[in-house]
């Protein structure tokens, strides 16, 4: 379906952070070895934050391989909390308005999997979106749909429970219309200080999560590494599938569940839905 | 706004209906004489009939008068039934899932003007929406919205009432959220083998509204004129503003009438909302 | 780099030709089995004849899966001769005057392939191009120029042999470069009439080309195949890669030689460069 | 043809710069009062510098006051050179390879004008780049090229004296080949220390040209202004057309003229070409 990055620590270089590492989330565009695809070139987007609250968004409707936009505005910005997102349509149109991550203020949200039957489901999940947060919805997408509905069930001031009690409303919803496994998601969301990341899905076969390790201890075990040493201590990345092969790097977040990464600190717990 | 133009008759080539008249859609784009704005860049779409009932379309976010691929469509393309349309976008993304025409099944709609206070009616309108219609909609505009509102009222068995009830609609849902004027429009549909077009504004000023008179009269009165001598006895024009200066060539549709035009036959009808 | 069809024969829906095959050049777009790179998301575009000796052409940077128009396009279109390309960038922009098939008057041209060291070699290629030619020239790849070098060399009266010259000439200069093997190529040129299809490299190891076998041989084979039935006696197809499985459909283009289809004659002979 | 800006002095906000004056560049891409074209809809451009010699580019092919990246792009970023353009194509395609400005290492050049008859000049004035240079070239407008003429004639060692030999080479060429008044331009280029802008037309009649005043004295004059006030000392912008009427801000720049623009210094000197 999809592949994303989410990183947070000392502000990186975005063509660093892109385009660099061996198997990087551009190159993944064209050669993804997880995902459901193998390309995921139905465009892209990215969001990162600067000296304001509010985050810029770049999205475009290439692919990420050709955007030249991409790789110039990469080479001079600098970020300390990035999301970066590839698209592989799973029906909805490939404009720019579907391309992840979506906004919401401060807010940022990018989803990896399906509402499955989204289309028998929408207008119900439309429904229960807040009638003063309707307007904005701007694509029509399953992941900005239900970036709504967890904004309208309380986003802002709880992540982990609004995005429990969205989740518990499209499995109602889903089922009362008959779908067995009415979603497949890995979600990141970000306020611009702490990152909650998720991974769960109906039938319990979740697309994959991985988050880097603590970078001092990785910079300890390969001390030549160059990307490593320009990263700060609490540099931390959360991504759809590893950047590289660079052993100790990567650790699996495991099957429902979700984490919490603020600072150096990068906690897991349990995720379930909460029925709403 | 936008301007649009509905073309009936032989079939006609889509580069001289486009391209040639002193005047034409693709001129307008960068020159309007009678819309809001000059400029009408925002994208376009063109409509066709070929041999099977469904039309097909060719929607782009360029603007007309640099699109090739139109150029060369156009060069190619003959038909007996052509709506064409270039768009100013009342505050929607430009992207092709908001422009025009849009299309049912056989049928094709565009339109000139905008729901007043958009926003503020959207999830009123939507809700309106019959169920098993509403995940057709791909784009975000007050104009698809519009058609599936008259789809819901019963556009295909009775075109003339489903828009006027679709009106009525919208009027009366604009008024509960306290807006004076909630519709300005120029409308046309067609099933491919009739076309209706309507001119009404709640606020009674609405944009212009021209149909070209009987091509065999005007034969009479310049029959050195290249295009005219090409086109069958029934051809028909309806448009949003004139597509050139010939003489005695165009007639303006009346505020709040409504045109039927099928084969040869054009007649005018007074338009009343029906409350809903 | 690229993929390609050229079909010739009773009028052909575009949807049928380009979707349909089991192999399709649109699935090939993302998942070719036979090319240097398994994608071909870089553009693509489509030549076709109609009533006129210009061929229309439409162009896009969109990857060809994607492509909304070129659907719909492909859906109305039916032609006798039709040329599409899909296209993998060797490195010059994606942009839509980079797009294959290339035409002048009457003529199309597509390339699968690439000029090696081509920056080195650009500017004595520009140099030989005719003047009068010259700024015809539209876009910056190396496809385009080698067409211009072979309309230079006599293309319109000679077909083999001014392509015949235009590769003596490519190696010639390549040499003088110092590149060891100048020319790689598949070359499909049609003046809508006849088609001419080329294989060869100068390293001797030439991209894949095929033909279609008779087909009336081959629906005597596969009586109840239903895409075959529908072609006339005298279809045939030029292709980079077999649309499909079908057992006996496909015959491989020998290494070094050309093919000259014309009407139910499809004739190969050997290919040489001839040295200018 | 076109309308560019250039702006040197502290760091600016490129929203602040290119969307909020009054008759913004934004604004003028839809309006603009003094070109030869109203609109400048043809794609567009801004580069801006950094913390790295090599300046960062923008371009894009949608109409200027469409585009939802440059309005991202320009809220985040901040620089203390800037030039920005949009584009009236006076016959080459709409591509990004097409939009100005142009960069060679840490070099931006753009253009308003044209040459005339280009198509007739474009072989003999692509015969006179440095054939070092001549690979570099990725689009096909006159403005490219003739940036890539300067280059050759020693823009990195002497700004106004390549610039004239550049021009004196184009009106040699085009006089040549019969062309009474071969070049039209005002011309922005800087190596990010320093701003060249040159006025000059073959014919002596030349696209308008303005340069802002002193920015000290012009706040004392108006004191309540909120962007004067948030400006340095030595900011100073090269304007097409003036971007307001704020009274006294604004200074023609003379026929025949140049200006060098480095730190708070801005002084005039005669232009006139050089016979190459």
């Excluded at 993804?32 to 465009?43: A, C, H, M, Q």
């Excluded at 300890?220 to 759809?240: I, K, M």
């Excluded at 100790?248 to 897991?268: C, I, N, R």
Aim: with cysteine; charged share 20%.
């Amino acid at each position: 379906m999809c592949r994303w990055i989410a990183y947070s620590g000392s502000p990186v270089n975005l063509e660093d952070l892109l385009y660099k590492p061996e198997r990087s989330l551009v190159m993944q565009s064209k050669y993804s070895r997880l995902g459901v695809e193998t390309i995921n070139g139905d465009g892209f987007g990215v969001g990162w934050y600067s000296t304001v609250p509010r985050p810029g968004l770049f999205h475009s409707t290439d692919p990420a391989w050709n955007d030249r936009n991409l790789r110039e505005l990469a080479a001079l910005a600098w970020s300390g909390r990035v999301f970066a997102h590839i698209r592989a349509s799973t029906g909805t149109a490939v404009q720019q308005t579907n391309c992840h991550p979506f906004r919401h203020d401060r807010w940022l949200w990018m989803h990896n999997g399906l509402i499955n039957d989204f289309l028998k489901l929408k207008r119900d999940l439309t429904l229960a979106v807040d009638p003063a947060l309707f307007p904005l919805i701007q694509g029509s997408t399953d992941s900005e749909l239900f970036f709504y509905l967890a904004l309208t069930l309380g986003l802002e001031k709880d992540p982990p429970g609004a995005v429990a009690r969205a989740v518990g409303l499209i499995e109602n919803i889903g089922r009362q219309h008959g779908v067995e496994f009415p979603l497949q998601m890995t979600v990141a969301v970000t306020d611009g200080e702490t990152t909650w990341a998720f991974r769960y899905s109906s039938e319990g076969r979740s697309r994959s999560l991985f988050r880097s390790t603590d970078i001092s201890a990785l910079r300890a075990l390969h001390p030549t590494h160059e990307l490593l040493q320009g990263l700060s201590g609490d540099a931390r990345l959360v991504v759809s599938e590893p950047l590289g092969d660079l052993e100790g790097a990567w650790q699996e977040v495991p099957e429902a569940s979700y984490l919490v990464v603020h600072g150096a600190q990068a906690e897991v717990a349990p995720f379930a839905p909460i029925p709403v």
